[in-house]
């Protein structure tokens, strides 16, 4: 099955700051790669995705890129605000569902 | 428009006792997914209904869980004889269609196990 590594596990930034998190997979056949972000006491809530026939998709701060031959893919987000303070999960696609990472809690001080 | 929705959002409970809870999925989606979060761990997934097919239940970690999904809308998790192993949040969620697609969670049952 999938296999999903997330890196790093935290990552503390200063506002405004930039913050890189980044995933690799197994499986060279994924083709779709969502990103979740999940706030205290909720659960986690999509923010972006691309599938395998893109490179890179940018929505206002936050980005994804994905390299199919090195078989990882990467969140990007600019201008770092306290708000974006969540953990955050990558995926890609398992047997019938999602196969997630650990998961990288983002801590943005002020 | 309403969300996935869960209930209880908290549950205690002793070793040995059995518990269920309940997913309200979004209306009209045909998939819905259980997934469990332990403490620093990501999202196990558990079982996964699509219309009327059969689940894929090759996530649950014990013949103690079973999951139901009635008339493909409303369904329960139920864990018999809990052990504290089990305590953790339990994570719902549902899709229009299925595949990979996006996926709407609930915000999740805590389970506590005494």
Wanted: glycine content about 10%.
């Amino acid at each position: 099955g999938e296999n999903v590594e997330q890196h790093p596990s935290t990552l503390s930034v200063q506002e405004g700051d930039s913050a890189v998190i980044k995933c690799t997979y197994s499986d060279s056949a994924s083709n779709y790669f969502p990103w979740y972000k999940q706030e205290l006491g909720k659960g986690p809530q999509l923010i972006i995705d691309i599938r395998s026939n893109v490179g890179e998709k940018k929505d206002q701060r936050i980005a994804v890129t994905l390299n199919k031959t090195a078989k990882h893919f990467s969140l990007h987000i600019t201008e770092t605000q306290p708000e974006d303070s969540a953990v955050y999960f990558c995926a890609a696609p398992g047997y019938s569902t999602l196969t997630f990472g650990k998961g990288t809690m983002l801590l943005v001080s002020p | 428009g309403a969300g996935v929705s869960q209930s209880p959002s908290n549950k205690v409970t002793e070793k040995g006792k059995d518990v269920e809870l309940r997913c309200d999925p979004i209306s009209g989606h045909t998939a819905l997914y259980w997934y469990r979060q332990s403490l620093g761990q990501g999202l196990e997934f558990l079982i996964y209904f699509q219309g009327n097919s059969a689940p894929d239940k090759s996530g649950l970690p014990s013949d103690r869980f079973s999951a139901e999904r009635t008339g493909g809308s409303v369904s329960t998790l139920t864990i018999q004889r809990t052990q504290q192993e089990d305590s953790a949040v339990y994570l719902c969620a549902s899709s229009r269609l299925a595949g990979y697609n996006e996926q709407f969670f609930g915000p999740g049952t805590r389970l506590t196990v005494l």
